[in-house]
């Protein structure tokens, strides 16, 4: 029942805006896939292209091998859950889930027995004859949930599902989705803007800007090995630096952190239109990539401010050159780093990313990703 | 919007639908009524003999000055009126608040010409208060026939309609820009003059051009209590009823001078209004203070006194119902027997009432309901067109539109005059824009993804509509059928010039007894009237669990 869903260079318009310029995406079947990218980047416009709810301006979005641009949402036979939940106030737990069944001309026993399945597995079963205003928020998400789930539907689609929750319900909602979708493996896209709910539930996920798609890949290949700038500072928190690089005999190429400090690393890309030997370079280094230590080598930095936050300490260090950087540190037992104390920076050369300078693409290659 | 990639499905021809009906109903009459102004009695060619017979004789266009004056006289008193009162219901702790909401409604419900025969009763020329100070204290009363009639008249009648606008938009005033203008020193009439109104000018203006409309449309009260002093609406009626064989050419002219006066109004009422509203919404609104000393007890005056005088007609008439009559006039003591009469005679009217009436409403209801929801959901050219059309009754007085009826339905095929049908046509045209209005209030205030949820789950749009948005509007939905109702029933001036002994109403019986000078049995249906509009406000607070209407 679950399907594969392929876009073709999809495009979107608004009256002449033009949100989604032309967007290719293939989602495997059975995968709980989502788009996350910030506000007014086209997430919300690309989910309701593929419930039907949204025209489409060009390109095609397949279902398995159907083209579907055409085809009323009706009859696409998709799961919608939505941000406001859009439960029918006026029916009760049971009649809302029951509603889709009903459409579907199902005998009577077998919409009640699905109806009370589905209840069970969402552990709504014992608000089944109440009206939905009485629930709580996270109540009626589960509601809005069972109902989208219990048509077995091809495709299951979610819109900023707990944007409307309080933090805590959240992440118990988020792995209630998750273990609801893995038990009923529908094909899923998930719509949010929260990168830690995106990482959390995902089995893979595209970053969008400005209704393009940046990267898609795993929670771990999008964090680790980010295809461009963009995408390393939109996801988790990054310290960028500019740096100059070169081009060593031996193949390898070097780094220049500091004057004093050089590190040398293997695996990039070197654009193949420069025959310089030296090139200026993006550096992410994220907040736990630095090491502080009092050795020899190092970027040389002062420490401004230090907060201890319990597992972690976090630093703010000015370098050199003036340049101010975000460090994360395990906490350790004696007394943190105060402000003012001169440190010695090194990073974990194997974890940071390098892009170049100008299309601020990653120049990583070959390197396990 | 659900998909608007296929913009053609089942609303579309339901659009489609109600705009033929519109067109066949509303605008072909109206262009009859058009063509008629423009065609010569005798020949039967194109002429301006119409307008220029009205412009010459002052006869007839001292009508529309007439008209004019009264209009703009009701329009800037009831302005006058409605905003202290409004203000000082939003402000101050009033004692009863919640029975004097109710009082205004009931007074702004009833038909205005019953309030135009009571005051006759009582200040008339034989009038309980004329009497009562000519031999007392041998005081002459101010004459209440003609100009000062129509004017005390209409305004009581129209100030709640102004006054329920402005508890509105007061209720979007936050409290905080009160207190805001009271720490930079304005207070008292000062902070209402210049801090509140300039809030609630947008709403003002609305308001007012509904009582324009209202007053420059209103037959009964001017035909009852105007004598000598006529108004357009007189004059149509007049000239085509007339004795002597009615003029439709000259009745239809008139009735274009009257609805481009209108629309006149109209389209300046807007173009001042867009350049001025702006949309409030208060977080705390506006609480009632209880004020103290000489402030207080003159606004328990001023709110007292004005409802008390709205509401006078209409417990006078109850009262009068209950008097003895010998033939025309009351004598001493209490009967029922204008009851007894009534239902004698009026039995047939009551029947009219309901069955037209709820005949109508049904209509009313389903049509605003379709017309609201593809107003806001499906909104394209034909929607607006739709939208437009639907409020052209806004500026079309009832009596053009009785007179556009008969003259556009007086022949095979469309042989409708005399018939219950057309009468039906007339509640239902003459409603419907209001109507509309509140049913695409409530349809905002569905989100639409409920809808998009439903669709979702497989469900048609028409499924869609009838199983998730349509119950969903229901209680709204009901309450406004009420308010419709009590209009409905009240109606007189098209009904007046369509109705046949077959189908004559309550409205139409009370306006008949009251001419032919039976005061007793008029009061008694009157009564029988004002107790059914009670009874459906009543039902109306009941069911909204409110104590305020917005129309
Ligand atoms: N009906 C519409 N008409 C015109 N422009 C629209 C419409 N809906 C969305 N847009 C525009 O399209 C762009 C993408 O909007 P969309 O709602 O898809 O963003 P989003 O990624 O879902 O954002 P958010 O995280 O805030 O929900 C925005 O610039 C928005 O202004
Ligand atoms: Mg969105």
Redesign the pocket.
């Known amino acids: 029942m679950s399907i594969a869903i392929h876009f073709t260079d999809v495009i979107?318009k608004?009256?002449d805006?033009t949100?989604i310029p032309g967007l290719s995406l293939k989602i495997k079947k059975g995968e709980f896939f989502t788009?996350l990218?910030?506000?007014?980047?086209?997430?919300?416009?690309?989910?309701?292209m593929v419930a039907g709810f949204n025209s489409i301006e060009g390109g095609e979005i397949h279902f398995d091998d159907k083209v579907v641009n055409e085809l009323a949402p009706q009859h696409r036979n998709i799961g919608m859950v939505f941000q406001n939940y859009a439960i029918f106030p006026h029916m009760t737990v049971k009649q809302n889930v029951a509603f889709g069944l009903k459409n579907k001309k199902l005998p009577k026993d077998e919409i009640e027995k699905r109806v009370d399945d589905i209840l069970e597995v969402v552990q709504i079963s014992q608000f089944k004859d109440t009206l939905p205003e009485n629930l709580s928020g996270g109540q009626q998400q589960r509601i809005a949930l069972a109902r989208a789930i219990v048509i077995e539907p091809d495709v299951l689609l979610m819109?900023?599902p707990l944007s409307n929750l309080d933090a805590k319900l959240r992440v118990e909602m988020r792995e209630a989705i998750k273990s609801i979708q893995r038990k009923v493996g529908i094909t899923t896209i998930y719509?949010t803007?929260d990168q830690e709910e995106a990482m959390a539930v995902s089995d893979r996920i595209a970053v969008?800007k400005s209704?393009e798609i940046q990267q898609v890949g795993t929670p771990k290949e999008i964090y680790q090995r980010p295809e461009n700038i963009f995408v390393a500072s939109f996801i988790g928190r990054t310290n960028v630096l500019e740096r100059q690089i070169n081009r060593r005999e031996d193949g390898s190429y070097r780094l220049h952190m500091d004057p004093s400090y050089h590190v040398s690393i293997k695996d990039i890309v070197w654009s193949k239109e420069t025959n310089q030997e030296t090139m200026m370079a993006k550096l992410s280094v994220r907040p736990e990539e630095f090491i502080i230590d009092d050795d020899e080598s190092g970027m040389e930095g002062t420490i401004l401010t230090s907060s201890f936050l319990g597992m972690n300490t976090h630093y703010l260090v000015e370098l050199g050159d003036g340049e101010h950087v975000e460090i994360i540190q395990e906490s350790i037992l004696g007394d943190y780093l105060p402000a003012g104390t001169l440190v010695k920076l090194r990073i974990k050369k194997e974890k940071i990313n390098v892009f170049d300078h100008n299309t601020e693409r990653t120049m990583l290659g070959g390197r396990s990703k | 919007m659900i998909n608007q990639g296929k913009k053609r499905d089942v609303w579309t021809t339901i659009t489609l639908g109600i705009l033929i009906i519109y067109g066949l109903v509303l605008i072909y009459p109206l262009f009859i009524l058009f063509k008629e102004s423009f065609v010569s009695g005798d020949r039967g060619t194109f002429s301006l003999e119409h307008f220029y017979k009205f412009f010459e004789k002052k006869y007839y266009y001292g009508a529309l000055f007439n008209s004019l004056k009264v209009t703009v006289a009701v329009t800037i008193s009831t302005v006058i009126l409605a905003t202290p009162l409004a203000y000082i219901m939003t402000t101050f702790k009033i004692k009863g608040k919640l029975f004097l909401q109710i009082l205004i409604l009931i007074s702004s419900m009833a038909p205005p010409f019953i309030g135009a025969y009571s005051w006759i009763l009582l200040m008339g020329r034989n009038g309980v208060v004329t009497n009562f100070m000519k031999d007392i204290f041998h005081i002459n009363t101010p004459d209440i026939y003609g100009f000062t009639g129509i004017l005390l008249v209409l305004t009581l009648q129209l100030t709640p309609l102004v006054y329920m606008y402005l508890m509105g938009a007061l209720k979007g005033v936050d409290s905080s820009l009160l207190e805001a203008a009271e720490s930079m020193g304005y207070t008292g009439i000062n902070k209402m003059l210049r801090v509140v109104l300039p809030l609630i000018v947008p709403t003002l203006l609305a308001g007012s051009l509904l009582v324009f409309m209202r007053a420059l449309a209103d037959f009964g009260t001017p035909m009852l209590i105007g004598e000598g002093f006529k108004t357009m609406p007189v004059l149509i009626f007049n000239e085509f009823i007339s004795e002597m064989g009615g003029d439709d050419g000259f009745a239809a002219a008139i009735s274009v001078i009257v609805v481009v006066l209108a629309l006149f109004v109209f389209l300046v009422q807007k173009y001042i209004s867009n350049r001025k509203s702006f949309s409030m919404n208060a977080l705390r609104p506006i609480k009632a203070k209880q004020e103290k000393g000489f402030k207080n007890v003159l606004a328990h005056i001023y709110v007292y006194g004005f409802i008390g005088l709205a509401i006078l007609p209409q417990v006078y008439v109850i009262y009068t119902a209950f008097l003895k009559t010998s033939g025309r006039i009351f004598v001493k003591g209490y009967s029922l027997d204008s009851f007894r009469v009534a239902f004698d005679r009026a039995g047939d009217a009551l029947v009219n009432t309901f069955t037209l009436g709820l005949i109508a409403l049904f209509f009313v209801v389903l049509i605003a309901i379709l017309i609201g929801y593809v107003t806001v959901r499906r909104r394209n050219i034909l929607t607006n067109g739709l939208d437009i059309m639907s409020m052209v009754p806004y500026i079309v007085p009832g009596s053009v539109l009785g007179i556009a009826l008969l003259l556009g339905f007086n022949n095979k095929p469309l042989m409708l005059s005399g018939t219950a049908t057309i009468i039906i046509i007339a509640f239902v045209i003459r409603r419907l824009p209001y109507t509309i209005r509140s049913s695409a209030a409530i349809i905002h205030q569905i989100n639409p993804s409920i809808e998009e949820a439903s669709a979702s789950l497989g469900a048609s749009n028409l499924k869609t509509f009838f199983k998730v948005t349509l119950p969903m509007m229901l209680p709204g939905v009901i309450s406004g059928a009420i308010l419709s109702w009590v209009t409905i029933i009240s109606e007189l001036s098209t009904s007046i010039l369509l109705y046949t002994a077959h189908t004559k109403t309550m409205t139409i019986s009370i306006y008949t007894e009251v001419i032919r000078g039976n005061y007793g049995i008029a009061a008694a249906l009157a009564t029988i009237l004002i107790f059914i509009t009670i009874i459906s406000l009543l039902i109306f607070f009941k069911l909204t669990g409110r104590k305020e209407v917005s129309l």
């Not at chain 1, 990218?37 to 309701?48: D, N």
């Open positions: 979107k608004y009256g805006t949100v788009l990218g910030p506000s007014g980047c086209g997430k919300t416009t690309l989910l309701r819109d900023e719509v803007h969008m209704g």
